[in-house]
């Protein structure tokens, strides 16, 4: 990646950061960490990482869609922060994304996605918490039914549920 085009994805994270009203400092967590950013993070808030609890991830701003997935039979409502708005708080830039599940699943996601998709990081199902045997907490997810080309197993084999952590390169 060239400095150039990592100063132009620093540069617009730092402006939606700026325009969505999140804070360029870091909390620490207080609860259990719940999803730990590694890689190329700019505001670490446990050595060098980003770490957040859940109610860290509450805090961003919401976002919700419902979509039909291939791992259920009706549409399901997710409900949670956009990727992005994840990766900003972090203070994250890159090419690409490491998404590791809790039974160590791995998958990567161009950085572009997060950019390009309303992808969140989704905290609820159908207005409930997400046990782990019910893939939660967290369930990485693209809103499929909002475009064509997200119904795809590309795109279905990028989310990543018991999503636990991602790597920023």
Known sequence: MSIRHCY???LA???LLLFSGLS???EKPIGPAVLRISGLVTQPNMLQ?????MQMLQALPQHSFTTQTPWY???VKFTGPLLRHVLAAAGSAGENITAIAL???RTEIPFSDALKYELIVAILMNGQPMPVREKGPLFLVYP???QAELQAATFY????WQLRALQIK
């Not at 990482?49 to 609890?53: C, G, L, P, R, S």
């Not at 084999?157 to 990543?160: G, I, L, T, W």
Request: hydrophobic share 40%; aromatic share 12%.
């Open 103 to 105: 039974n160590d699943y």
């Open 13 to 15: 994270l730092s402006t």
């Open 157 to 160: 084999n990028r989310s990543a």
């Open 24 to 26: 360029l400092a870091l």
């Open 144 to 146: 499929f039914d909002s």
């Open 73 to 75: 039979p009706e549409p």
């Open 8 to 10: 132009l994805q620093a």
């Open 49 to 53: 990482q980003a770490v957040f609890d």
